[in-house]
């Protein structure tokens, strides 16, 4: 399974050219005041696979302002989490944990 995650300190974000392609691919995204809505991509939602192929295919012109965007392969059968500190994101497994 592929993921997309942050590879730097600042945040996850796609570039213009990256919300227009996936317009061009379906996807419903309108810019207003500079920010792209709906916004979407949360840590739930990384495995998308237009998100996946726009990443893949711009390569560095698929990452947004303060983001290195890079797409990682885990398991298809393991349970993950995306977990980040400052913008920089990795990817965890998830374990069984009891208060």
């Given at each position: ?12 974000g ?14 419903s995204f ?7 809505e709906p916004y ?12 996946i ?8 012109e698929?990452?947004g ?5 890079k797409?990682v392969?885990?398991?298809?059968d393991?349970a993950y ?15 069984q944990?009891?208060?």
């Open positions: 399974m592929k993921v997309v995650i942050n590879k730097c300190h600042g945040g996850f796609l570039s213009d050219k990256a919300y227009e392609k996936l317009n061009e691919w379906g996807m309108t810019k207003i005041d500079g920010y792209w979407g991509w949360g840590r739930d939602n990384r495995a998308d696979t237009l998100l192929r726009v990443v893949e295919e711009l390569g560095e698929a990452n302002d303060y983001a290195e965007l797409v392969e885990i398991p298809d393991v989490d995306v977990q980040e500190y400052d913008g920089l994101e990795w990817i965890a497994e998830v374990h944990t009891w208060g």
